[in-house]
């Protein structure tokens, strides 16, 4: 009898699981990246998904709906004008490389999961052009864009509210690719 049961609570899970279509009237989401943290989905795991006033939501990850629940409205305008604003990260070749190389040390970086949340963080700062996160050195390397600069006091404070320790500040000489190599090369 409890075979039985759970061939048909697994059967019944299966057929909802395959049944992907949206209730009536609901807006299926357009975008391939999370429309708060600009990530593309999936890259955190199995997106949040749920319905917000007739509308689909996607998030890359469940931190993201904070924000959203935060202020809808924003996001919601984001969904329906993609090209007003910001879409998602894209690799260094497209940011300029003469900005000043920040190299830190962060101690509690064990997971993507830290490694998204440290760099969502300097993502949303204006000095900041590239984020790049090496779990295994416990390093993030931030390329800064031309001209400016981020103060050392700010960086241990942004690196605090994300849960972390911030245990060195190193400025390298090399461009932000070179040191980015040298720590994928560095690190099994």
């Not at 807006?27 to 689909?56: A, H, R, T, W």
């Not at 690799?91 to 064990?110: E, K, N, R, W, Y």
Request: positive net charge; hydrophobic residues 35%; contains cysteine.
């Amino acid at each position: 009898m409890k075979k039985l049961f759970a061939l048909i609570i697994t059967s019944l899970c299966l057929i909802c699981q395959a049944d992907d279509k949206l209730p009536a009237g609901v807006k299926p989401y357009p975008l391939d990246y999370c429309v708060v943290s600009d990530e593309k989905l999936g890259s955190m795991g199995q997106p949040v998904v749920f319905i917000f006033e007739n509308q689909e939501i996607k998030l890359c990850c469940k931190a993201c709906r904070k924000d959203f629940d935060a202020d809808p409205k924003k996001f919601l305008e984001k969904i329906n004008n993609p090209s007003k604003e910001t879409k998602p990260a894209t690799p260094a070749t497209t940011t300029s490389q003469s900005g000043i190389v920040v190299q830190l040390t962060v101690d509690g970086l064990v997971c993507n999961f830290c490694a998204t949340n440290i760099s969502k963080s300097f993502t949303k700062l204006p000095e900041v052009a590239e984020v790049y996160v090496n779990l295994a050195a416990k390093a993030v390397l931030l390329q800064l864009k031309d001209g400016q600069k981020l103060p050392e006091e700010k960086t241990k404070q942004i690196v605090t509210d994300a849960g972390f320790n911030l245990r060195g500040i190193n400025y390298p000489k090399e461009s932000f690719n070179s040191v980015k190599d040298t720590l994928k090369k560095s690190t099994p």
